[in-house]
């Protein structure tokens, strides 16, 4: 028995992957992912207003989840008043994401934002990772951060926030800090805004503690916001990565690897032929965004596998038209969030 992953898009651009059913998971080799990409994208589904009793002009940086027929959505937030938070709002249906009640998280008074979120199947616990900052943590002023709950619902229930780790003098720290596990590690990547992806491991029995000096995992014309997951069904990984300068002030990369610890080789890694960008975004209700940024690809499932179905790639991600963010300091550009989803034939 056999199975089609991926599906024909326009002008062609998707090669379809014959997989063989098996029990044993498949190599790069076996898989198949589009050498193109085209998407359209919906217009802004989230905007920021007024939340808790601050004054918001930005929504970014989002993780989400679909559990229990739910959206769970994770998002910074930055204001005026507050510079940074993390908001947490869920719905059914993208058609009321706007009007859903929102919630800034309690666990940290404090800087916190860049959430990522998975349940732990080890722990059974849902994990929230985050960029934070804390007096009492000393220095560095900026680590990686995490929380816990049993109850994603519940904005109330998550744990304060404490640090991953402990970095030792002269590390590199990074920022947007993300998890993904394999069946014995789990692995914690970070960017440094220098072209450069780093790249820590852990047990899954020490974690979150345990985590080994970062080594170098890729180094090319990228920015931040790496975003590593499984492709359901095989042993292959894929990583989209933010970068700058390219069609459009934002826009995204992609690598594969065959394992989390290997070798990273461009699928689409090149200004021309980016994973996304406006050169390959159509606009579909008029043209409201000049960026493709930080962005969360939507997953096949909600634990630290971090899979998605390479058959239906979507990504959740950030934007802002030229003239919005026009004179502005970076944290003062209104940033929403918009869907990409493949381009029909």
Known sequence: MTRILGRRMACGTWIMAILCASSSPLS?????????????????????????????????????????????????????????????????????????????????????????????TPHRKWYLICQASDPAWGEPAYRAAFSTTEKIEAPDSWSPLSPLFT????????????????????????????GRMWRRETTLAD????????????????????????????SQYLTIIEAQGGHGWRYYKAYVAD?????????????????????????????????ISHGELLRHGVDERLEVDPANLRLLYQGVSDADRAGKQYGDIPWRLGLLEPEAP
């Not at 989840?65 to 204001?79: E, I, M, Q, S, Y």
């Not at 970095?167 to 440094?192: M, N, Q, Y």
């Open 259 to 291: 394992r989390l610890d290997g070798a990273w080789q461009p699928l689409t890694a090149t200004r021309d032929n980016a994973f996304a960008a406006l050169n390959n975004v159509r606009q579909s209700t008029g043209r409201w965004t000049d960026s």
């Open 167 to 194: 970095p030792e003098r002269g590390e590199k720290i990074g920022l947007d800090f993300w998890v993904i596990c394999d069946d014995a590690r789990a692995h914690l990547f970070s960017t440094t805004n220098d």
């Open 207 to 234: 974690f979150p503690r345990g985590w080994s000096r970062p080594v170098l995992a890729l180094h090319d014309d990228v920015f931040e916001a790496s975003h590593t997951y499984r492709l359901v069904g095989t």
């Open 28 to 120: 790069a080799a076996e898989v198949s992912l589009p050498t193109q990409f085209q998407w359209r994208s919906s217009g802004p589904l989230l905007t920021a207003r007024d939340v808790d009793g601050w004054r918001w002009h930005a929504v970014k940086d989002p993780s989400i989840v679909r559990h229990n027929d739910r959206w769970h959505l994770f998002t910074t937030v930055r204001g005026t008043d507050r510079s940074h938070a993390i908001m947490y709002c869920s719905f059914g249906d993208w058609s009321v994401a706007e009007t859903a009640p929102r919630r800034i998280l309690p666990m940290h008074a404090g800087y916190f934002c860049a959430p990522q979120v998975f349940w732990f």
